[in-house]
């Protein structure tokens, strides 16, 4: 699983450093096996375990790293903890009627917590009390697997072809959108919601709920992230695209090669 994580990290890197140009001594030019050597002499403070049996399909949101501790589902698969880093002492506990579906999302000193059943729960960091009610909220049509995104005071959540937006304290709905696709992936710069969507990725300003501009790319985007006010998607069809994230506009974009089947492969 390290040596997995690696190599995505090292291809991420390679495919950066081809958009931009820019040259580093980092795992891009090391490669997997220097990356390796790098992390060899990191040691394990502490661990833990969730539970015994984890279902093949089901999927955890990923422990997050804040200001305060470690939030991550803990001690079992219905719960919410934050740890002290250092100690992994439990800080706050939050008992849920469902499993965290989604990987987690902080704002304004809250995190956000999709569970299966559809419902969204809001706890503050500093002290894991609520800020939804104990029952958290019902969004219709939520699609629990996908990360919401906060900004502006404003949580936004996949709805298969719309997005919805609460108000991130109180809950309450603000605005509801249709987007050229459906949703797939969410993510915000503070300021803007960009929503990676089955046919390209477009823009949202959260406080009004309006698309500020839409790219087609004629293909599904499945993964983004911003750089430096700079856009990184990358879409289902094996292309890489920087895009400016003010005007909406290509400004590089590169294709990825297909591989070529190996000796004696049958390709579809």
Known sequence: MRIRALTGAFVFLFLIS????????GLADVGPAGALAAFSGIEVTWNYTISDYIPPRMRLP????????????????????LLNPTTKQVLWTVELPSTP????VVGGGVVYVVTSW???????????????GSEGIEVSGLDTSVKPAYAAGVLALPAGREVVGIDALSGAARWRIEIPGKALILLSDGEY?????????AMIDPLSGSIVWDLSLNSAV??????????????DQGSVYAIDLRQGTIQKSLRLPTPEPAPGEIKH
């Open 118 to 132: 559809g419902r969204v729960y809001g706890i503050r960091i500093i002290d894991g009390t609520s800020v939804f």
């Open 101 to 104: 579906s989604a990987e987690f």
């Open 193 to 201: 919601i960009v929503v990676g969507h089955s046919s390209g990725i």
């Open 62 to 81: 990923t422990p997050l790293i804040t200001s305060v501790g470690v939030v991550c589902v803990y001690p079992d698969l219905g719960s919410v903890s």
């Open 18 to 25: 081809s958009l931009t140009g820019f040259a580093s001594t």
């Open 222 to 235: 499945r993964a983004a992230t911003l750089i430096e006010g700079v856009l990184y998607a990358v879409s």
